[in-house]
């Protein structure tokens, strides 16, 4: 039987959306470059901020991020749900750090990610 790794999600900028996530959910982390990450980015003339894969972190599988040329163009046919005890503060803090608010429901709000990717913050079950 298999078991989830990462799930990835496709994107314009991987540095800068791994951050958005990684400071969107507790105990998430972009992964440190160790020093021969940042020498084998280098021969390829990147650096981790123009660096095209990404990945964040956690207790659960970790996000990978990664950058592809087409732009965002439909609804996301998967998204992520984050459960908040405190859901409006939690999409206030979202908001913050470049989420924007779709549409507030009974439980659950709708957000998008600063590329536009769906995402929402529900109430505890």
Not at 21 to 34: C, K, S
Request: include cysteine.
């Amino acid at each position: 039987m298999g078991t989830l790794r990462e799930v990835v999600i496709d994107c314009r900028h991987a540095p800068s959306l791994a951050r958005f996530w990684a400071a969107a959910l507790d105990d998430y982390d972009v992964l440190p470059y160790d020093d021969a990450e940042i020498a084998r980015l280098a021969g390829l003339g990147l650096t981790p901020e123009t660096d095209p894969t990404v990945a964040v972190g956690g207790p659960m599988p970790t996000l990978f991020f990664q950058q592809v040329p087409e732009g965002k163009i439909a609804k996301n046919r998967l998204h992520l749900d984050i459960e908040a005890p405190d859901r409006s503060a939690e999409v206030e803090r979202l908001v913050a750090l470049g989420a924007t608010i779709e549409v507030i429901r009974e439980g659950w709000t709708s957000l998008l990610d600063p590329e536009g990717n769906e995402f929402c913050v529900a109430d505890p079950d």
